[in-house]
């Protein structure tokens, strides 16, 4: 075993699920806590005083106040959309067009995808986010670039090259069949390498013919171990679009459902303005549903009704949706899920919100055994928040009666000041 490390300070773990029964009684939170840690998995947590007498030779490190919790885990992302986020007033038809077509045309070029790739992962880590599920382009090269990237940064990540044969510019489409050869070869080459996973990622219905999304379902038949990620629901003018282009689907999940393109390890982002059918059909095959409010507001989609399917047992993530969506940070997108969820009338609790953004996501991309938590055995990825990181916070923080009026000032106003440090697969990275 090499050296154990440990980290001292006030820790944040789950012990089941907060939306299903008493929050309360789903949390695990030590005022004096601890967690050991070595050759990157986690050995044991507690009592601080108990794990470090447990290991008398370790390196510790005392973080005082802050709160020590798993890395967060972003369900939804673009990483070739981060050189556009907060570019001005698109709905999602005209964004695509206006910013994120262009920009994905300039991936082609090796160099250009290297370098957001590795821009992208560290503005995630600097913002504690430890793991990510990304869609690249339709361009083998961002595939590699972004594998490459989180390889040297030892992140555990999901991601997929982004397939499209119509309703896209020349540039940005492939072909049913090269969709089908390029996913399987990347896959090949990445998928379960080391903490790498590969996703069969067709954009959405629009963007891919019928033979295509017939293609994509037969690759994930042959490789039923990778997930499979895509879009749903996430306006309403898309979902006429979809009723145009397939009129002969029950609805928007029948496009997928009908091609093979739905099960219990498909990730759908968005998943707002869902028929009933379709709510009972992704809770009977537990799909994954991925919630990503910054961007639902920003380019004005709508309201994702997160206790309705969450509260109902739902397999549901969170996430940042770069760049249509606003911000890198975890902390910002719990902000706007619980302003979604005031809108709807209910009040979101703050260990449901990190629940979300950590064993939640985690649990959508099929990872809650390796991470999202703290766990003896689980992968250490970890995330060591300051709760006074700026005045506005600090003095919420220095009149907070208990340990949850202490953390929400800084979900709710919170951003990378308040990381403290991240630590992946065991090593400090910030």
Known sequence: ???????????????????????????????????????????????????????????????????????????????????????????????????????????????????????????????????????????????????????????????????????????????????????????????????????????????STPDQLAAMGALWAEHPSCLMQTHLSEQTDEITWVRELFPNARDYLDTYEQFGLLGAKGLYGHAIHLEPREIDRLKELNAGIVHCPTSNTFIGSGLFDLMGLAGTGHRVGLATDTGGGSSFSMLRTMAAAYEIGQLHGTAIHPSQLLWLATVGSARSLHMDDKIGNIDKDLEADLVVIDLASTRAIEQRYAAAKDEWSAIFPTIMMGDDRAIRSVWVNGSEVS
């Open 1 to 207: 075993m090499t050296q154990v490390t440990v980290l001292k300070g006030q820790t944040l773990r789950f012990s089941s699920n907060p939306f299903l029964g008493n929050w309360g009684d789903a949390i695990d939170f030590k005022s004096r806590g601890a967690v050991a840690m070595a050759d990157g998995k986690i050995l044991d947590h507690g009592e601080a005083d108990i794990v470090v007498a447990k290991f008398p030779q370790a390196d510790v490190r005392d973080y005082g106040s802050d709160l020590i919790m798993a890395g967060f885990v972003d369900a939804h992302v673009h990483y070739p959309q981060t050189a556009i986020i907060a570019s001005w007033g698109k709905r999602l038809i005209d964004w695509l067009n206006g910013y994120t077509f262009p920009e994905e045309m300039k991936f082609n070029n090796d160099d250009y995808a290297t370098d957001i790739a590795g821009r992208y992962l560290d503005l995630a880590l600097a913002h504690g986010t430890t793991s990510v599920a990304s869609y690249c382009t339709i361009h083998p090269q961002s595939v590699d670039a972004f594998f490459t990237q989180a390889e040297a940064r030892q992140m555990r990540v999901v991601a997929g090259k982004t397939c499209m044969d119509r309703n896209a510019p020349d540039g940005l489409c492939d072909t049913a069949q090269s969709a089908y050869d390029d996913s399987k070869t990347l896959l090949d080459r990445w998928h379960k390498r080391g903490r790498a996973e590969y996703a069969i990622t067709p954009r959405f219905s629009p963007t």
